[in-house]
């Protein structure tokens, strides 16, 4: 696994982690290191444990009752799986934008407002406001949106939603965005526009990206992690994955010899 | 190639015009007209039970609603009715006038109107309508007046077509003198239980039931809602659980006398432990034990319906609130719970309006006493509309017919009345995706 070395400490780094569902092994001895400012892109055929191992980032695999973690995941080099680490707030750090855009079925307002209010960042009204205008904002959606904010948010397009639940997850203020096939169920011209907006984003965050989709991870990633059967077969700069993978099992799956 | 190859193995083309195929389509066309019809049946069927019971209940029912009045001719001075105005204003009142012999002087100027039997065709209360008038209107003291007041079941029931000759000869005699009048029976709304079908009231049993209500609401409502968000949202899932749901499956079926027998040996018990006895825990016939019998009738009910309606909130809604750092509590109280608002309140309404019409468990319990003054508050004896219906049509007299129709009247009213404000309920809170 080569990787530049970066002068900045890692934002996230993942060693050793395995992942079990029962007695079934997920995702096995997986070490990897994301950095601020770069999108990092999983991709892999179905089943290899990439959106298991992006869920393991945010604490997400708590929720289901049979999950086990082993290994260890620093944050800042801070280990989120200790005793001392509030899973609240971790979530808050590391945001989460899932496959199926999944807004509440409350205002655009609301939807964005949510976050900061059981968080506590807005000081007040206009505050608040400011904070749901920015998050639109960067989210690329503020023009299609400000005049019916208070428009049910399910009453949007797919690509709508979608953007809108990403600045649902930047209105908390994230320092690592994790995004399971964000477009996955979006048409190409609202995947188009996904993908710009995380290019705008890649200066503010340390983006992680699950995709199917190679071609999108050669479009929007500068690394590209390659798992397959649970393992991490090859990780490295997006554009040495593509055009010289070292791995004969990479360049079957590139090549398309499975997916 | 002029001639066609034939394959042994090519299936010919299929012929969707033969006759085969005809009847296939005749064949569908009539299973579903046949269901279309079957359906409409049934539903006709149902349509015409209910019209046929609304119809009877409200034939014999509007009567009980009825009240047949006297005009009686009344000189109270001249009778020698002996009270000073100044006591009228007190609440010495009822038993001045009782004393000064008014009960008597009623009597008295019933016969000197109607004639000897005079006194016969005025119901036994009639004289506390004389009251009541005379604590209005002290002026009634010195000057004749025609009061109207309530007729005996005798004459009441002759003027429905069920009297004996004796009293359709009186009837006929007082309509001749124009003395006989119908009015909406207002008694009927504000008094309670009485000996005498003229003087029943429903208000008394109506309160007794809606107070009994709000300690079912009150108590199964938040248990049952709580426990289901328990069991769904925060508990493992292991043999533990899997016992309590099936637990919870069986009460929901167990018959309701059963709860009735239940609320009886524990609330109403009494225990000798060490010398000491201990209970009863609550008084008896109250609307307190009746409320808290039936909420453990229909908490089963709630948790059930409550537990489908948390598990039809989409998983996807949980995890974005989860993603965006909300605590577990915050996702159901924000998010889930509002959600499966509709379906919980749906599965509220169902087991309130079967606690509305119980009447197994509350007979149990004493709910089913001769009670004459509504209930004052929870743990005044009260009795319940299905009770007094059930009591009402066991009595002898007929005026009592009318009077439980009437009583169903109500009891269906009220039941209308929830299941209307639960309908209101689910649209304000359903939500459009």
Redesign the interface.
């Known amino acids: 696994m080569t990787i530049a070395p970066s002068p900045a400490p890692h934002k996230m780094s993942a060693r050793d982690v395995s992942v079990f569902y029962g007695a079934k092994q997920a995702v096995n001895n997986v070490s990897i290191d994301v950095d601020m400012d770069k999108v990092t892109a999983f991709i892999g055929p179905s089943g290899c444990g990439k959106s298991t191992f992006l869920r393991t980032l ?1 604490r ?1 695999n708590d ?1 289901i ?1 049979t999950a086990r973690v082993s290994g260890q995941i620093m944050l800042d080099g801070e280990d989120i799986y200790s005793q001392d680490m509030d899973v ?5 750090r590391v ?4 496959q ?1 855009p ?4 409350k205002s655009i307002f609301e939807n964005v407002a ?2 900061p209010r ?2 506590g960042l807005a000081g007040s009204k206009t505050d608040l406001e400011g904070i749901v205008e920015r998050s639109l904002k960067r989210a690329g959606l503020w023009e299609e949106v400000k005049d019916r904010l208070s428009d ?1 948010g ?1 009453a949007l397009s797919g690509g709508q939603q979608q953007r809108l ?1 990403i600045a ?2 930047i ?2 203020d994230p320092e690592v965005i994790l995004m399971d096939e964000p477009a996955s169920a979006l048409d190409p011209i609202a995947t188009a526009k996904i993908e710009e907006l995380i290019h705008e984003l890649r200066g503010r965050y340390a983006i992680v990206i699950v995709t199917h989709n190679m071609q999108q991870a050669a479009r929007v990633s500068q690394r590209t992690a390659f798992f397959h059967l649970g393992q991490l077969v090859e990780y490295g700069e997006t554009d040495n994955i593509f055009t010289a993978p070292r791995e004969e099992r990479t360049k079957d799956y590139i090549t398309g010899r499975y997916g | 190639m002029n001639k066609p190859v034939a394959h042994a193995a090519e299936r010919r083309p299929t012929d969707w015009k033969s006759p085969a195929m005809q009847k296939r389509i005749r064949r569908r066309y009539a299973a579903e007209r046949r269901f279309r019809v079957l359906g409409a049946s049934a539903v006709i069927l149902s349509a015409t039970f209910l019209a046929f019971l609304l119809f009877t209940m409200v034939a014999q029912g509007w009567r009980g609603f009825t009240v047949t009045e006297l005009a009686l001719p009344i000189d109270l001075k001249a009778d020698g009715l002996k009270v000073e105005r100044g006591q009228l204003a007190t609440p010495a009142a009822d038993l001045a006038l009782a004393g000064a012999g008014l009960e008597d002087v009623v009597q008295n100027a019933a016969v000197r109107a109607f004639g000897p039997e005079g006194g016969d065709y005025l119901a036994p209360s009639a004289w506390v309508t004389v009251r009541e008038a005379i604590k209005r209107d002290p002026a009634m003291l010195e000057q004749r007046t025609v009061l109207h007041v309530p007729a005996a079941t005798g004459i009441d029931q002759a003027l429905a077509g069920n009297g004996d000759a004796a009293t359709d000869a009186a009837v006929a005699r007082l309509q001749k003198q124009g003395a006989i009048r119908r009015g909406f029976n207002w008694t009927f709304l504000h008094e309670s239980d009485s000996t005498d079908p003229v003087a029943v009231g429903i208000w008394g049993a109506l309160k007794g039931s809606l107070l009994t209500m709000a300690i079912t609401f009150l108590i199964a409502f938040p248990v049952g809602v709580l426990s289901a968000i328990y069991l769904e949202e925060y508990a493992p899932k292991n043999r533990w659980t899997d016992l309590i749901e099936v637990s919870i499956n069986n009460l929901a079926a167990v018959p309701s006398i059963i709860f009735g027998l239940l609320g009886l040996a524990v609330f109403l018990g009494t225990w000798e432990i060490g010398g000491r006895v201990y209970g009863p825990m609550l008084p008896r016939s109250a609307a307190l034990v009746g409320g808290v019998t039936l909420a453990l009738m229909i908490m089963p009910v709630i948790v059930i319906a409550s537990r489908n309606a948390i598990k039809g909130v989409p998983p996807s809604i949980r995890d974005a609130a989860l993603g965006i750092g909300a605590s577990p509590i915050q996702v159901v109280f924000h998010h889930v719970l509002p959600l499966a608002m509709p379906g919980i309140l749906t599965g509220t309404i169902i087991g309130m309006a079967r606690a509305l019409g119980e009447t197994a468990p509350l007979l149990l319990i004493g709910m089913r006493a001769f009670i004459v003054t509504p209930p004052q508050g929870i743990t005044d004896p009260a009795t319940v509309l299905p009770v007094q219906i059930f009591l009402w049509s066991d009595e002898v007299s007929r005026g009592f017919v009318e009077k439980t129709s009437a009583a169903i009247l109500v009891l269906l009213a009220v039941l209308l009345a929830m299941n209307g404000l639960a309908i209101y309920l689910r649209n304000k809170f359903e939500t459009r995706w």
Not at chain 1, 102 to 105: A, G, L, R, S, T
């Open positions: 945010n997400m929720t009752a609240v707030q971790l979530r808050a945001g989460m934008v899932f199926k999944n807004p509440f079925p949510y976050g059981i968080h049910s399910t639940c649902r997850a209105a908390v």
